[in-house]
Nanobody, 120 residues
C-alpha cells in the first residue's frame, strides 16, 4: 500500500470550523471500503488520543470531548475520509493524524499529521 496523507489543517478562531481530509495513495476501492479509519490527535506534552473512528460497516465512535461537534465520514468513490470539526475550542489545538487498519493484511498505517490551531 501507499502512504496515508492528511490535509485541511490550519488556524481558526474559537467557534469556527475546519474539515480534515485523509486518503491513501494507490489504495483500491475494495481495500478502502474494508478498512477501519480513524483520526487521532496529539497536543504538545500529551499522549496521542483517539478522536473518532469509522469501521467498514460505517459504525462510528467519538471521544466524549468531541461528541456533537465533530463528524467522521467516508466517501468511497473518492476514497477519502473526512473529519468535520465544528464549534472548535482552543483545547482542540493539536496535530491530527489519520490512521487506517487494512482488513486484508491487518496492518496499521499512519499519516504524517496536520496541525490544527484554535485561537481564543
Amino acid at each position: 500500500q501507499g502512504q496515508v496523507v492528511e490535509s485541511g489543517g490550519g488556524l481558526v478562531q474559537a467557534g469556527g470550523s475546519l474539515r480534515l481530509s485523509c486518503t491513501m495513495s494507490r489504495i483500491i476501492t475494495s481495500v478502502f471500503n474494508g478498512a477501519t479509519w480513524a483520526w487521532y490527535r496529539q497536543a504538545p506534552g500529551q499522549q496521542r488520543e483517539l478522536v473518532a473512528s469509522i469501521t467498514s460497516g460505517t459504525n462510528t465512535n467519538y471521544a466524549d470531548s468531541v461528541k456533537g461537534r465533530f463528524t467522521i465520514s467516508r466517501d468511497s468513490p473518492k476514497k477519502k475520509v473526512y473529519l468535520q470539526m465544528n464549534s472548535l475550542i482552543p483545547e482542540d489545538t493539536a496535530a491530527y493524524y489519520c490512521y487506517a487498519r487494512l482488513q486484508y493484511n491487518n496492518a496499521d498505517y499512519w499519516g504524517q499529521g496536520t496541525q490544527v490551531t484554535v485561537s481564543s
